[in-house]
């Protein structure tokens, strides 16, 4: 987050923005002079400094995907899938797990790779695992443009089984994330909210950073909260879209670390400041793959 801070010096006030970020056990900080008073266009000068310090995290993940992908093309086509295998039950794992799932991970890597149900859990759980695995796959061959009706059909294919009455369905009534500051929206805003959301995916798909159209994507979807149930799923699922089809490596946000998730998305909300979910991101992301750096 960015901060104006004053500093005293022999007997003066001086004016300097910064910005503080955790690498590894050090916290590296930024600075930026304003000078005597505080500008009047800081607001304009506050956005700049932010989009010098992105481009330094850029730098960082940009060597993540050139490395990734050099390993890539060393793999063999079956170790590839095997990976990818992995990679579905884990973000299948973890995504459900967050909403609630009561299967353990042992449990849905029996289900996912074995076909082994477990016992003793609600069949809609074992449904929601099946069908979020074979929606994942679906995407990844996915090759036309995101748009409403496809996340509306994602939707429905995730929850045709389990819950049909809100499959596929932009809600028409007030919900509220337990646990959480933040209040979506009416019900009336949710419908012009799309479709400004999707304006600006066409608008910046191809102008902003693949990592930070997946992370704003990500924060701006999960706040519009468009259905009644399956909202974060869809996102991460949107998110991991979005990274795939500009070749960078998915992310999948583990269960064990919900709380700084959750709490990254509830102040960017509360304080309308997505620089604070999109730092997040960042940092998850490099923490994620920093073997590649």
């Known amino acids: 987050m960015v901060i104006i801070k004053k500093k005293l010096l022999k007997g003066k006030i001086y004016y300097y923005l910064e910005h503080s970020i955790r690498k590894g056990k050090r916290v590296q900080k930024k600075e930026k002079y304003l000078g005597r008073k505080i500008p009047s266009n800081i607001a304009e000068i506050k956005k700049e400094f932010v989009d010098e310090i992105k481009e330094e995290w850029y730098v960082d993940i940009d060597k993540i995907k050139q490395n990734f992908s050099k390993e890539q093309k060393t793999i063999p086509r079956s170790i590839k899938e095997k990976e990818m295998q992995n990679f579905a039950t884990r973000f299948t794992y973890d995504t459900q797990r967050i909403e609630g799932s009561?299967?353990?991970?042992?449990?849905?890597?029996?289900l996912l790779e074995k076909g082994i149900a477990p016992k003793n859990k609600p069949m809609k759980d074992v449904q929601e695992a099946e069908s979020?695995?074979?929606?994942?796959?679906?995407?990844?061959?996915?090759k036309?443009?995101?748009t409403l009706q496809v996340v509306l059909d994602w939707h429905w294919n995730l929850f045709n089984k389990t819950k049909p009455d809100i499959a596929g369905e932009i809600r028409k009534y007030q919900v509220g994330i337990s646990g959480s500051k933040f209040m979506p929206p009416s019900p009336v805003e949710?419908?012009?909210m799309l479709t400004e959301f999707f304006k600006w995916y066409r608008k910046n798909k191809d102008k902003l950073?693949?990592?930070?159209?997946?992370?704003?994507?990500?924060?701006?979807?999960?706040?519009?909260?468009?259905?009644?149930?399956?909202?974060?799923?869809?996102?991460?699922?949107?998110?991991?879209?979005?990274?795939?089809r500009k070749k960078y490596p998915m992310l999948d946000i583990?269960?064990?670390?919900r709380n700084s998730y959750y709490n990254a998305l509830e102040r960017?909300?509360?304080?309308?400041?997505?620089?604070?979910?999109l730092k997040w991101f960042v940092r998850r992301y490099v923490k994620e793959y920093k073997q590649y750096l």
């Not at 992370?215 to 999960?222: G, M, N, P």
């Not at 583990?254 to 670390?257: A, K």
């Not at 960017?268 to 979910?277: A, G, H």
């Open 102 to 110: 009561t299967l353990t991970r042992r449990e849905t890597t029996d």
């Open 190 to 192: 949710v419908y012009p």
């Open 144 to 146: 036309k443009e995101l």
């Open 268 to 277: 960017s909300q509360v304080k309308k400041d997505e620089k604070i979910f």
């Open 132 to 142: 979020h695995r074979d929606l994942f796959y679906e995407i990844l061959k996915f």
């Open 254 to 257: 583990p269960y064990e670390r």
């Open 209 to 244: 950073h693949p990592i930070e159209l997946a992370a704003l994507a990500h924060l701006r979807f999960v706040t519009i909260h468009p259905f009644g149930d399956g909202n974060g799923r869809i996102t991460r699922l949107v998110m991991n879209f979005i990274l795939n």
